[in-house]
T-cell receptor, first 112, second 113 residues
Framework: ETGVTQTPRHLVMGMTNKKSLKCEQH?????MYWYKQSAKKPLELMFV???????ENNSVPSRFSPECPNSSHLFLHLHTLQPEDSALYLC???????????FGPGTRLTVL | AQSVTQLDSQVPVFEEAPVELRCNYS??????LFWYVQYPNQGLQLLLK??????LVKGINGFEAEFNKSQTSFHLRKPSVHISDTAEYFC???????????FGKGTKLTVNP
């Protein structure tokens, strides 16, 4: 595997479910990001991690809970989501915080 | 804070025609500028970036962009497009030294035969 990978690619969940999105980067980067891409809206930065430490939480509701156990892995834990949370969730990584970001293919999430 | 305006939400063109996708930004600090492409059902792929130096930046797939500080623009161009260039293109800006990328709403390029 090369680059940034995300699993699952597609996820359908009910509002009472708990699920997790996984991101893995094989680029030796130190910073990782979660973005939300909704139809008709610009990409929204959700969280930033640098050397496993969270450096940015862009006013994201607590039903989204990120976890970064090491510089190569990033998770987004989901619980009691709303239908308006349906979107494409993109993970990205960069060598350092202000460097060029490289994106994964995304997880298409549908909340019923 | 930075912001990005992509002036056209959709751009239809014929194959082998030239194309320009427009991007304007606002920022109170020095900026880095990026163009990303998103093919259907895929993530974002970096096309090109401007960090410093020459204002004309060449990227992958024959695309280029020119940084114009006085007009706060970073328009993307390609002299001859292919069907395979059909995708959505995103302009993004960050303050130099910042990890916060601010994206435009995207421009859907459709190349018709």
């Amino acid at each position: 595997e090369t680059g940034v990978t995300q699993t699952p690619r597609h996820l359908v969940m009910g509002m009472t479910n708990k699920k997790s999105l996984k991101c893995e980067q094989h680029l030796g980067h130190n910073a990782m990001y979660w973005y939300k891409q909704s139809a008709k809206k610009p990409l929204e930065l959700m969280f930033v991690y640098n050397f496993k430490e969270q450096t940015e939480n862009n006013s994201v509701p607590s039903r989204f809970s990120p976890e970064c156990p090491n510089s190569s892995h990033l998770f987004l834990h989901l619980h009691t989501l709303q239908p308006e949370d349906s979107a494409l969730y993109l993970c990205a990584s960069s060598h350092q915080r202000a460097d060029t970001q490289y994106f994964g293919p995304g997880t298409r999430l549908t909340v019923l | 804070a930075q912001s990005v305006t992509q002036l056209d939400s959709q751009v239809p063109v014929f194959e082998e025609a030239p194309v320009e996708l427009r991007c304007n930004y606002s920022s109170s600090v020095s900026v880095y500028l990026f163009w990303y492409v998103q093919y259907p059902n895929q993530g974002l792929q970096l096309l090109l970036k401007y960090l410093s130096g020459s204002t004309l930046v060449k990227g992958i797939n024959g695309f280029e962009a020119e940084f114009n500080k006085s007009q706060t623009s970073f328009h993307l161009r390609k002299p001859s497009v292919h069907i395979s260039d059909t995708a959505e293109y995103f302009c993004a800006v960050s303050g130099s030294g910042s990890e916060k990328l601010v994206f435009g709403k995207g421009t859907k390029l459709t190349v018709n035969p």
